[in-house]
Each structure stands twice: as structure tokens, then as C-alpha cells.
């Protein structure tokens, strides 16, 4: 008897013949002992049996997620092993001192998900920078071309505790937590992380040039090209524009600062008291990088003279009275008095321009506006706290405002259009030097060489300054003493002591902070733009001097627009004093070629 399933394996395939195959008919087995199917042996029609179709291959079973993840990662895992064996066979000693070099000591980020390097040209172990590169930095000549530019842990940490140290007070608006490692900061918050260490590398000019020029990429790149939308985000371009501003140009910055204002309007705030746990800490949050983004702005257009683009206050209101009265954190009374400030200055700066202040010449006399001014600033003063009443950011700000509400006198078409009497002209100027003259005593009182008191975009209200006060030494008009003004103000003085200190700041920033290091430097670092500022300060100290000495040897005045042929063309692409009276303050700020329009 036959297995059943040879049998089964004979009766495989198909059971027609050829030809009913062919007309899709029924295929019946003839009577017993024919070898023809009924329907051919009725047709008289060849009945022969179709081949069979050669057997399908099986289908491998599909593995499931978990299985294809377990694969992945065994290949994964190999590789690595293939990976370690090739590096300690060629040269154990190399990729050795390779991996301290990356990881700070051994111990490894890991965030090269957030962080991505570079590939070198060389081959460099980590992705790194090219030895180009590396030779640039005068604290970083002793590196091997595969470390990175951001610091490794310990340094991270080292930079991370003085930032909070030195200079956190000077910028409430942006709190770093207190409880958190530089690697927590950096995992959570990779733009505040960041910005701490540029901050950080002060002292360090070629480094902290790269990291600022890096940071400002990624910034670009993930607010404009990406289209990423979050605080840490906005945290880290206030930090660039209030700590980096002197290596950007002044479009730039004004980018920046307008960049800012967008993203405060996408990420937004609620005027809702019940907010509680993480959603009320991250509303003050927001509420904070709104009026820092709002005091970054007032700071920089109220200096020059740009009350057109001057933020909305309405909702700065509402961030105001939330703070002050939840007061979550200490330095959030310091920020709002920061806020009120620079409110009364934008409120200064609208009503003195000059359009504004022809409509509002012939609805109440000058003198009056100025004094209610400055009954408000002399309230400020008077309403802050014990803790604040010596800060010298809030001393200097008031002196700026008062500065900006008196120096409507030196212009012409400003007294004219309010028909301001010559002694009442005259009295404004006096108070005009005797604020600048308290500015100067404010900001120079001591050194700001080892530990900073101001913000370094607070250099836009300094230059502000030093420019009304060579307005003032160059006035001429009926009963304003020269001599007494020069004597007052002091101003050679003044730049004098500031030449000498951008002097030693160069310096330190040249050694960096590894002092050690700059001794090995092969290459020349690119200028760093405290050397920029240098030279153009000089420039107009000089010019001034040149002006001061025709005076006193009783020389017609030299026309100020005369001043741009005494070879500022160079530093200042020819347009520093188009005019004295229509000058802004972006150059010495930072721009080489901003410094051209101005103040009216």
C-alpha cells in the first residue's frame, strides 16, 4: 500500500488536462481503462496533462520590532569591538591621550547629538577643528587638533560657578539655576550652557571670538532655518547681544535685537494668577525674557536716537506688576527697577525727538516738561531700597536719562522751535554737564579689570556720553564758557583712563586663560575687537585734543564735518562726523561702519 503521503505528493498539481485548461471547461476523468477525459473523448480532441509549476519558495518569518532592535544592535556592538581592537593595535598611546583630550579627564559628554563636531581634514579623533584653526588661538596652541573649542567638564564647571559669581548680578533676566552641574545645564539647556562659557572666556579673546561667531550661527540657524521656538533658545541670544556685542556689527545687532522681539511674541505669557507648579514658574520665566528682551532694546535705540522702533509698553506693564509682586527670586526687584529706568528714558527719548517735540513745543513750555521729568527721576531715585540705592547700572541709567533730557539744548532747531530763552538754554546745557560729569565719576569710580559692574552693552550709554561731551566742548553760542565746560568735564581725562584700560584688557585677552600657552603661539590671531575699539577711541581723543588746542590758541573753530578728513577714513569707511549733530553711537559700540547717522 502506498504512503498517503506519496500519494498526496502525486495528486499535487493541476488537475485538468491541456485543452480543458485551455477552454476553462470542467476536466471529468473518463470510463475506467481510457486514457482521454470525457470532453476529449467526445471532441476527439488530444487530451494530455499540464506540467506542473515548480514549487514556491517559503516566505522567512517577519522579525518582530524587539528582534530587529536586538540585531541592530549585536551588528552595533561588533563594530565597536572591531573599532577598539584596530585603535589599540596601531597606536594605544595616541588614541589614549586622544580620548583625555575629548572627554576632559575621561569622563565623556555624550552630546554629540546636540552638539555636532565637524569633520577635520586630518582625520582628527573627535571631528575637531582643523590645525588652522587651532594655531588662531593663543590659549589654545598647546591643543592637539582633535579637542574642541566648548570646554570639557571641569572647565565647564570652573566657568559655570563664575558666571554665577561675577556676572549673573549684572543681567537678572536670564537665571541660571542654582542646583545645577554645568553637564545638567548643558543637557537641558544647550544655548544658556553655551552662552555661560563664551561669557566665561572672557580673558580668553581668540577663543571666545570663535565660540561667540559659533554660538550666533546656531542661533541663526535654529530660530530662522529651523524654526525652533523656546525660552533656552531666547535666553542664549540675550546673553550674545548683552555680552558679545562688540564683535558683531551694528546690523547685527540690531538683527539680534529685533530677532528677539519675535520670539518673545511666538513663545508669549499669561496675565493668570492661578497658574501654579511648573506652568507659573515657566510663565515668570517668560515674563523675564520679555523685559529683558524689552531692556536690551531700550538700552541700545534710546542711545541712538531711535525712538521709532522703540518697543510697545503695554504688556512690559503687566511682566512689571507680576514680578514685583511675586518677587519669586531676590534679583526680580532689581530687574524691575532696571524696567522702570529704562521706561522713563524711552518716555524721554519719544517726547524729545524732534517730531514729537514740535507738536508738544506749543502746548506746554520746555521748562515745564523738563521738570516734570525730572521730578520722575528724582522719584525713581528716591523709591529704591536700601540694597539698590548705590547701585552704580541704576546711578548711570538715571544719569543717562537726565543727559537725554537736557541735551535737547545744544540743538538749534529743538530751541528754536520751543523759542527757549538764551539764560533758560543756557541753564539746561549747565545741567547737561553737571549730569555727564556725574556719568563719568559713576563709571570710572574704580576698575572693572578683574571683576565687572556693568553690563558690556551698557558701552552704548558711555559712548552716548563721551559724544554729547565733545558736543558740548565744541558749542558754540553766546555766554557758554569753553574753558569752565573743559574744566568741568575733563573729558581727555576721561578717554585717557579708558585707553589704558582697554590696554590692559587687550592684553590679558591675548594670554588667554592659560597665560602659558600664549608663549608657544606660532600663528597671528585674527584682531580682536577690543583692539578696534582701541584705535577708534584714540582717534577721538585726538580729535578732540586737536580741537581743544585751536581753541585755546584762539583759532576759528574747525568745522566738526571738517573732522572726517583727519584720517578716520580708515577705521570708520569715512563717515564718523558727517555731522557732529547727527551722530549715533553704533561705532563705538562696536560697528566699524555704523557710526553715521545720529543724534538730533
Keep these: 500500500m502506498l504512503n498517503p503521503s506519496i500519494v498526496q505528493q502525486k495528486n499535487k498539481g ?98 554629540t547629538h546636540l552638539f555636532p563636531l565637524k569633520p577635520a581634514v586630518g582625520g582628527d579623533v573627535c571631528g575637531g577643528l582643523t590645525d588652522s584653526q587651532t594655531a588662531s588661538s593663543p590659549s589654545d596652541v598647546s591643543r592637539a587638533p582633535w579637542d574642541s573649542w566648548w570646554p570639557a567638564r571641569e572647565e565647564g564647571e570652573m566657568l559655570l560657578e563664575a558666571y554665577r559669581t561675577i556676572h549673573s548680578e549684572l543681567f537678572p533676566f536670564v537665571l541660571v539655576p542654582a542646583n545645577i552641574s554645568a553637564l545638567e545645564l548643558r543637557q537641558q539647556q544647550p544655548f544658556m550652557w553655551k552662552a555661560v562659557m563664551m561669557v566665561g572666556c572672557f580673558l580668553d579673546g581668540s577663543r571666545q571670538v570663535k565660540l561667540g561667531k559659533e554660538l550666533l550661527g546656531e542661533i541663526g540657524q535654529a530660530a530662522v532655518v529651523d524654526g525652533t521656538r523656546n525660552l533656552d533658545l531666547l535666553r542664549g541670544l540675550q546673553m550674545l547681544v548683552a555680552w558679545f556685542h562688540y564683535a558683531l556689527k551694528g546690523s547685527q545687532v540690531t538683527n539680534l535685537l529685533f530677532l528677539a522681539r519675535a520670539m518673545c511674541v511666538n513663545l508669549g505669557f499669561k496675565d493668570d494668577q492661578s497658574l501654579q507648579g511648573q506652568d507659573r514658574e515657566r510663565n515668570l520665566d517668560h515674563m523675564r525674557a520679555y523685559a529683558g528682551t524689552y531692556y536690551l532694546n531700550t538700552l541700545v535705540f534710546t542711545a541712538n536716537k531711535r525712538p521709532d522702533v522703540l518697543m510697545n509698553t503695554e504688556l512690559l506693564e503687566t511682566c512689571c506688576n507680576v514680578l514685583e509682586s511675586t518677587m519669586q527670586h531676590p534679583s526680580d526687584e532689581y530687574l524691575v527697577k532696571l524696567v522702570r529706568i529704562q521706561q522713563l528714558a524711552q518716555s524721554i527719548s519719544l517726547t524729545m525727538a524732534i517730531d514729537n517735540f514740535s507738536k508738544q513745543a506749543m502746548k506746554l513750555p520746555l521748562p515745564m516738561m523738563v521738570q516734570s521729568f525730572q521730578d520722575q527721576l528724582d522719584h525713581f531715585s528716591n523709591s529704591l531700597p536700601p540694597s539698590l540705592a548705590d547701585n552704580d547700572t541704576l546711578k548711570t541709567h ?151 588746542d585751536r581753541q585755546t590758541a584762539g583759532s576759528v573753530t574747525m568745522q566738526l564735518t571738517d573732522l572726517n578728513q583727519t584720517g578716520l577714513v580708515e577705521d570708520f569707511d569715512g563717515d564718523l562726523w558727517q555731522t557732529m549733530g547727527t551722530m549715533q553711537v553704533w561705532n563705538v559700540v562696536g560697528d566699524p561702519t555704523v557710526l553715521d547717522a545720529g543724534m538730533q
Design 398 to 548: 538715571v544719569h543717562i536719562a537726565q543727559v537725554l533730557l537736557y541735551e535737547i539744548a545744544i540743538s538749534d532747531q529743538h530751541a528754536n522751535a520751543s523759542y527757549v530763552p538764551l539764560t533758560d538754554r543756557l541753564n539746561l546745557l549747565w545741567c547737561c554737564v553737571r549730569s555727564l560729569r556725574c556719568f563719568y565719576e559713576v563709571r570710572f569710580a574704580r576698575s572693572e579689570l578683574e571683576h565687572p559692574r556693568f553690563l558690556c552693552l551698557s558701552v552704548s550709554d558711555l559712548a552716548f556720553a563721551l559724544i554729547t561731551g565733545v558736543k558740548l566742548l565744541t558749542l558754540q553760542l553766546p555766554g557758554w564758557n569753553l574753558d569752565q565746560i573743559k574744566d568741568e568735564l575733563n573729558l581727555i581725562d576721561v578717554m585717557d583712563g579708558q585707553i589704558r584700560d582697554l590696554m590692559i584688557v587687550i592684553a590679558r585677552r591675548k594670554h588667554g586663560l592659560f597665560p602659558g600657552a600664549a608663549a608657544a603661539q606660532v600663528a597671528k590671531p585674527s584682531e580682536d575687537p577690543f583692539e578696534r575699539l582701541l584705535r577708534q577711541l584714540k582717534t577721538l581723543r585726538d580729535m578732540v585734543k586737536q580741537e581743544l
Design 14 to 111: 493541476p488537475k485538468a488536462c491541456t485543452t480543458c485548461a485551455k477552454a476553462k471547461a470542467k476536466c471529468i476523468p473518463g470510463p475506467d481503462g481510457s486514457l482521454k477525459c470525457e470532453r476529449c473523448l467526445r471532441l476527439d480532441k488530444p487530451c494530455i496533462s499540464q506540467t506542473p509549476a515548480p514549487p514556491r519558495a517559503r516566505k522567512s518569518p517577519k522579525l518582530s520590532k524587539i528582534a530587529a532592535l536586538e540585531k541592530r544592535l549585536e551588528e552595533l556592538s561588533s563594530h565597536v569591538q572591531d573599532g577598539s581592537a584596530k585603535s589599540s593595535s596601531n597606536s594605544p598611546k595616541t588614541e589614549e591621550s586622544a580620548a583625555v583630550h575629548c572627554y576632559g579627564g575621561g569622563d565623556q559628554w555624550g552630546f
